[in-house]
């Protein structure tokens, strides 16, 4: 029996009403916040060679009942987090560390 790959496709609205597609790699729930791991999805072959490659990560927040990912504001947390992730992702991820 084959196992298919199927992404977590997560589709996120900007605030000038401009939808984007992620791939969720992973998430990360601490006990104060929960963080999600993406890659944005192309359907054009020229925004796939174009991408940086760059993980985004984001925070995740509820607020009546509606889900909302918002970027993580202090640098500390982000470090913190982002080097959580770089450590479950490795094996996926060659991460250069940025000078």
């Known amino acids: ?28 729930e601490t006990d104060t916040a929960k963080y999600v791991a993406l890659l ?13 490659g760059e993980l985004i990560i984001l925070k995740v927040s509820e607020e009546d009942g509606e889900t909302y990912l918002e970027p993580i504001e202090d640098d500390n947390e982000f470090n913190e987090i982002g080097k959580i992730f770089e450590e479950r992702l490795a094996d996926l991820f060659d991460f250069e560390d940025e000078e």
């Open 40 to 52: 944005p999805v192309y359907d054009d072959a020229e925004e796939i060679l174009d991408d940086d």
């Open 1 to 28: 029996m084959s196992e298919e790959y199927n992404p977590d496709l997560v589709s996120v609205i900007d605030e000038n009403g401009v939808e984007h597609v992620f791939e969720e790699l992973d998430r990360i």
